[in-house]
């Protein structure tokens, strides 16, 4: 890839250049941040949407297929289908509600905590490997400009 270099903007203004390098660096961040998660998910048959699956539930266990789909976007079949995959192959529990019997709770089994634990420690790195050469100053800047690309207002609270 070759080196695009433009000056830096005035305050606010952004040319297209700029704007365009932006859009070619999250598409090969992208490439690059789920490589290797995509490499170890193959090996099980599994694609990304496993993934975000896997790691949602493991990041909030007990939540319902109802939260799932309001994180994902995406729809009841797409997910049936995934979460069917994942809880035939002892990754995801699924239990009855306890107040709403039509409620689905999931959790990551034993099973599912250990993929979820290797797919995002090799992330987990990659991003800490990011954020130390860019410098303490830069994760609040990411986390701005991350925000501002989403549709999520939702996202702007701080979930640590």
Same mark, same amino acid.
């Given at each position: 890839?070759? +080196? &695009? #270099?433009?000056?830096? @903007?005035?305050?606010?203004?952004?040319?297209?250049?700029?704007?365009?390098?932006?859009?070619?660096?999250?598409?090969? *961040?992208?490439?690059?941040?789920?490589?290797?998660? +995509?490499?170890?998910?193959?090996?099980?048959?599994?694609?990304?949407?496993?993934?975000?699956?896997?790691?949602?539930?493991?990041?909030?266990?007990?939540?319902?297929?109802? +939260?799932?789909?309001? &994180?994902? #976007?995406?729809? #009841?079949?797409?997910?049936?289908?995934?979460?069917?995959?994942?809880?035939?192959?002892?990754?995801?529990?699924?239990?009855?509600?306890?107040?709403? /019997?039509?409620?689905?709770?999931?959790?990551?089994? *034993?099973?599912?905590?250990?993929?979820?634990?290797?797919?995002?420690?090799?992330?987990? *790195?990659?991003? *800490?490997?990011?954020?130390?050469?860019?410098?303490?100053?830069?994760?609040?800047?990411?986390? #701005?400009?991350?925000?501002? &690309?989403?549709? +999520? @207002?939702?996202?702007?609270? /701080?979930?640590?």
């Amino acid at each position: 890839m070759t +080196d &695009i #270099k433009f000056p830096p @903007p005035a305050a606010g203004h952004f040319n297209e250049g700029q704007l365009r390098e932006a859009i070619e660096m999250l598409f090969f *961040a992208y490439r690059d941040f789920t490589a290797e998660p +995509d490499a170890i998910l193959a090996g099980h048959g599994f694609g990304r949407a496993h993934h975000r699956v896997i790691y949602f539930v493991g990041r909030h266990p007990g939540m319902t297929v109802s +939260d799932l789909l309001g &994180i994902l #976007k995406i729809t #009841k079949q797409s997910l049936a289908r995934v979460l069917r995959e994942l809880v035939d192959q002892g990754f995801v529990a699924q239990v009855q509600g306890e107040r709403d /019997k039509r409620q689905r709770r999931l959790s990551l089994t *034993a099973k599912g905590l250990a993929l979820e634990k290797s797919l995002t420690e090799r992330q987990l *790195a990659r991003i *800490a490997r990011a954020f130390d050469a860019a410098g303490v100053q830069s994760v609040e800047g990411f986390r #701005k400009v991350m925000l501002g &690309i989403t549709d +999520d @207002p939702s996202l702007g609270r /701080k979930s640590v």
